[in-house]
C-alpha cells in the first residue's frame, strides 16, 4: 500500500523529488521512512520523518541535501534531494512503521540515477 515513484535520471549537482503515496490505509501516525540501496551495497536508512509531529532525522550522508515532508491530506510523504552526488545513485524506497525500529511496510523502489 506504499509506492514510491518520482525516480529518473540526473545530472550531479541537480535535484529530484520522490514521493510516497499511501493506499488503503493512512499510516497518519506512523513514522514514514526513505532508505536505499546502491548496487553491491546493503540497503541504508535516509531519513525519516514522524507524520504525527513532524520530526525528522536524516544519515548524515544527506543531511542538508535532503528534506523529507508529509502531505497528510494526500497521505503522501515527500523526499526532496538537493544537490545530488554520483554516490547518491540507488534504488529508492519508501517505508512505514509505528516506531523508527521496525518498518513492516515497505514500497517498491524507484531508481535515481546521479550522472557526473
Known amino acids: 500500500q506504499l509506492q514510491a515513484f518520482g525516480g529518473g535520471l540526473v545530472q550531479a549537482g541537480g535535484s529530484l523529488r520522490l514521493s510516497c503515496a499511501a493506499s488503503?490505509?493512512?499510516?497518519?501516525?506512523?513514522?514514514m521512512g526513505w532508505f536505499r540501496q546502491a548496487p553491491g551495497k546493503e540497503r541504508e536508512f535516509v531519513g525519516r520523518?514522524?507524520?504525527?509531529?513532524?520530526?525528522?532525522y536524516y544519515a548524515d550522508s544527506v543531511k542538508g541535501r535532503f528534506t523529507i515532508s508529509s502531505d497528510n491530506a494526500k497521505n503522501t510523504v515527500y523526499l526532496q534531494m538537493n544537490s545530488l552526488k554520483p554516490e547518491d545513485t540507488a534504488v529508492y524506497y519508501c517505508?512505514?512503521?509505528?516506531?523508527?525500529?521496525?518498518?513492516?511496510?515497505w514500497g517498491q523502489g524507484t531508481q535515481v540515477t546521479v550522472s557526473s
Open positions: 517505508a512505514a512503521g509505528q516506531n523508527y525500529i521496525l518498518w513492516p511496510y
Open positions: 488503503g490505509r493512512t499510516f497518519s501516525n506512523y513514522y
Open positions: 520523518i514522524s507524520r504525527s509531529g513532524g520530526s525528522t
